[in-house]
């Protein structure tokens, strides 16, 4: 483990605990401030200068650790102002501003580097523990609007100088940069992550450009029609970022869509949950703070884990069921936790969300970080995802009477949506894991195939050398003085010249042994073999190999054949039956001649003529296959060389 990355990325957490838990407000996690809003007329000042911060940091991914460095120091102002009790003004929130984004691309940045250096566990930690500090952060606030909680500007200090400190290890082990943090280059891939992050960064744009006046024009709608519906105007803003979410995930590549939406869905899924947390333990400060952090921490351990995939589905599916009990035990009013005041209910429902955030994210973490994406997808496309799924959602919330409730805890009285949502992302995460196993699986195909088709090179080139200096110069040596021998000698010569035309083909052929996709009729490449004495019998249909399996065949028939007119006698007659079977290739060379005498081919292998045992047997079982050889004194000989079929064959 990189014990520097590792320290940087969980201290950096700090830094957006401390950015998720504001003075005097309910903050909703996951969402991020660079998503938020005050509405007033200089909105796009703020959200101008969080997204010129989150496209710079996505730029400059390799120097995370300065990127955490300038967000402890930019938080500083709002840390001394809360301090102080300065309002701090205009400049000390953009600052603000500016620090969030940053502090969360160095966070993840810290993740994908510890993935693709090899600590996946590490890395799964750092980006879960991201989203765990967010949750953690509200809750140090929890539903308390009008007073400050005890101690929150402490724990505000402490937690910004832990940032600050974590840090500087990472800074002195990664002065000129971090290799593994991203991609290497301006290549289209690297490119359309940082454009993909950059602009769900300033995604908010929608909810000041859809008015109630414009969506009205845009529709062709009544005008007024959206003032006495609010609840439309908000699905429509809703599903407007959510549109535009999803189509910047699907920019940034498949496994970015599908990484992003399994963290949206699970996001959504559990503000209801949460919402019910704080307010059950609106009052107990120490016992909320606990209940988060020791949630958090369980899953961050579960992500860390070899199966942090199974565990957070089994995670997120437990937290359905207690949504489905508690719904169900409370007669479809789960408020009534939060008017009894029942912390113990409270805290273990709040360290079962917590555990389950945390691990989900840290489960989809490492599937992102592999391909450079975990930082633009898990910083702001999925916090853009969570922002329009949760508007949308809430135009669903409809109370007995068919109309809209309008206080903060609506989300719970539908409790029973975020359980089933919750059941949506255990089973995106479970598909996740599935094609990441068969993409693992892929690539070790091609890594095998790869490997193979250099050893065979390197064989190949190997016995080369010795088949230029040697072999060929005997065959060449023959080709020229055999006529001088007579007519038997000319014989020998065109013998020699096809011998080495073979082998020279052999030799110098560029693909190895077995390469290729080409596919080959065993018919046809058997076809030349046919003479006076010897006859075929092949199906109808074409006989479909791989190229090389049908060149292996043939090699081996024709071996066979030339076996017959060496030893079966002159007037030997021989038959070759080609068979296409469901499950394989048979074929089979019979012949009429004076068979092979008992022991006759263990001799001739002791003497080093290895025809039978390579020719043909060596070339058969190279292909997975087998062969039989059948004789008798006086009956003949009967080759048969089975060749199955392999899937994808």
Known sequence: MRLPTAVAGLSGCALLAVAASPGYQMYTPFLGPTLASNGDPGWWKPLLVSTVAALAGLCLLRFWPYLLLAAGLLSLPRLAAELSSWPGGVSVSYLQRAAVPLALIGVLAAAQSLVRGGDVGWGAAVGGTAAGAQLFGAFQVGAVWLTMPPGLKASHAVLTVVGLAGAIPALVAYRDGDPDAGLSGWGWQRSRYVLAGGLAAGVGVFAWL???????????????????????????????????????????????????????????????????????????????????????????????????????????????????ILYAGTSGDPEKLVTRRTELVGA?????????????????TPVLAKRGAAPAVLGFVVAAMTLGGQQLLQVTYLD?????????????????SSATLMLVAAAGLGGLALAELFAARRAERRMTELVRREAAEAERNRLARPIHDGVLQVLALMQRHGPELGERGTELAELAGDQEAALRTLISSEAAPGGGRDRADLRTALADLASPTVHFAVPANAVDLPAHAAQEVRAAVAAALDNVARHAGPTAQAWVLVEDEPD???????????????????????????GVAQSMRGRIADLGGATTVTSRPGEGTEVEFWLPRRPGS
Do not use: K, N
């Open 210 to 324: 859809l008015t109630s006046g414009r969506t009205e024009r845009i529709l062709d709608l009544m005008p007024g029609s959206l003032y006495r519906h609010p609840r439309a105007l908000l699905a429509a803003i809703g599903l407007a970022i959510l549109v535009a979410a999803v189509i910047l995930a699907a920019a940034a590549g498949a496994w970015s869509l599908a990484g992003g939406l399994t963290a949206a869905v699970a996001q959504v899924a559990l503000v209801a949950p949460l919402l019910l947390a704080a307010f059950a333990l609106a009052m107990a400060h120490p016992t909320r703070w606990f209940a988060a952090l020791a949630g958090v921490a369980l899953g961050a351990v579960a992500a860390a884990l070899r199966w942090r995939i199974p565990i957070a589905a089994a995670l997120a599916v437990l937290a359905a069921a207690v949504c489905f």
């Open 400 to 416: 007995a009477a068919g109309g809209y409730a309008s206080d903060v805890l609506e989300p719970v009285r539908h409790i029973t």
């Open 584 to 610: 394989g290739v048979r074929v089979t060379v019979r012949d009429d001649g004076l068979g092979i005498p008992e022991g006759r081919l263990a001799e001739a292998a002791e003497a080093g003529r290895l």
């Open 348 to 364: 273990l429902l709040l360290i079962l969300i917590a555990a389950t955030a945390t691990a989900l994210i840290g489960a989809v």
